[in-house]
């Protein structure tokens, strides 16, 4: 099959991605509006018969001074990534991106390589063998992964590095998810470690309140997202990052992003944003005080998700990103050891893939991307 790629508009994207079981929430259309200091542009890949059979949302950012770009495709482009003719699909996007002026594209496959059951990673950590989660052995696998990260480096990409920890590449090469289909709300819960279970029966007795808000709830959820930077020392979006991805998303779909704030008492304790795109829901933002902490509003926060996302339709539940240190004494353990608790997996994707189209502008980036 010859492909043919072109720009589509925005409204051609959206009836592609809303075609497929799910997408990553940063393909579709309006993530764009969501990243408004970058350029962008769709993208479409077109069969014999004149099909839409694939799609890609296209981020440009300009090297100061130059009109050269970064074209960075986040989380996608959603193709047929297991196609023997892969580069079928992916040579036309780059001589399109060159023609637009990019120096270098960036993209993120999202295709999964190997899973690890909570039970597995539980018994990795206490066997204390193991200090990393790509030194367990993985309940399973995805053969064709290998194959096409063989058929990316023969065509001349380069896997990005993350370090060791899982977080060097833009996007999370390892994430945590909890899968539903198949199951009910009871096999869900019974699936959590005690703790969880206790902490969410603490939260209902002590009265605490989960709430869906919306766009005028979000100064109470950045209240609270500003004293978490604080505590773990990150540095925090504005609020204006937020009522813009609010803003954006509701308008290409009402569901598409959901607010939910804990409260105890009348005190919001706890705030997370949800995603949800096709059959996939994301837990992407959480934030909280330490200010009763010890009625477990986050615990019941993520239920409440859970439960909602699984009335959604959903198949899986994403906590997103994890290290994938095994690590106690390592800073980044309790995010692992938080999102375990839930009995979910460790998915553990293809990674962040670049294609130098000038090596000397790309070379200029990578060094000045060291020096930040």
């Known amino acids: 099959m010859s492909l043919r790629l072109r720009t589509i508009s925005r409204e051609e994207h959206l009836a592609f991605i809303r075609s497929l079981p799910s997408a990553s929430h940063m393909q579709v259309p309006s993530w764009a509006d969501v990243k408004a200091e970058w350029r962008n542009e769709s993208i479409g890949w077109f069969d014999d018969r004149g099909q839409i059979v694939g799609a890609g949302l296209v981020l440009y950012r300009q090297l100061p001074k130059v009109k050269r770009y970064l074209a960075y495709l986040p989380e996608g482009p959603v193709i047929d990534w297991f196609d023997p003719n892969l580069e079928g699909w992916l040579r036309p996007m780059l001589d399109h991106l060159k023609g637009k002026g990019a120096f270098t594209v960036k993209m993120g496959p999202p295709v999964i390589i190997r899973r690890w059951q909570a039970e597995t990673i539980k018994n990795a950590i206490a066997a204390g063998e193991a200090k990393r989660l790509r030194d367990v052995e993985a309940d399973w696998y995805e053969p064709r992964a290998i194959d096409t990260a063989d058929r990316l480096r023969r065509m001349g990409w380069q ?176 995010l692992i050891r938080f999102k375990v608790g839930t009995g979910g997996q460790a998915a553990e994707y293809l990674g962040e893939w670049d294609f130098p189209l000038n090596k000397l502008l790309h070379k200029a980036l990578d060094m000045y991307m060291q020096r930040r």
């Not at 829901?281 to 439960?307: C, D, F, L």
Request: charged share 25%; net charge negative.
């Open 159 to 334: 896997q990005g590095e993350d370090g060791g920890a899982g977080f060097g590449d833009v996007q999370p090469r390892y994430v945590f998810q909890v899968p539903l289909a198949n199951r009910s709300l009871d096999d869900v819960l019974k699936g959590f470690n005690q703790l969880w279970r206790r902490n969410i029966k603490k939260a209902e007795k002590s009265g605490v309140e989960i709430v869906q808000g919306g766009y005028d709830d979000l100064p109470v959820f950045h209240q609270l997202y500003l004293e978490t930077a604080e505590r773990d020392q990150f540095i925090p979006r504005p609020l204006s990052y937020f009522q813009r991805q609010w803003t954006a998303l509701a308008a290409e779909d009402p569901n598409r992003m959901r607010l939910y704030l804990a409260y105890h008492d009348g005190d919001a304790l706890a705030g997370t944003t949800m995603i949800t795109v096709g059959q996939h829901v994301w837990y992407s933002y959480g934030a909280s005080t330490v200010h009763k902490r010890e009625v477990q509003p986050n615990n019941a926060i993520q239920w409440r998700m859970m439960r909602d996302a699984y009335a959604l339709g959903a198949t899986v539940y994403d906590l997103r990103g994890i290290s994938d240190t095994l690590d106690e004494s390592d800073h980044l353990f309790g």
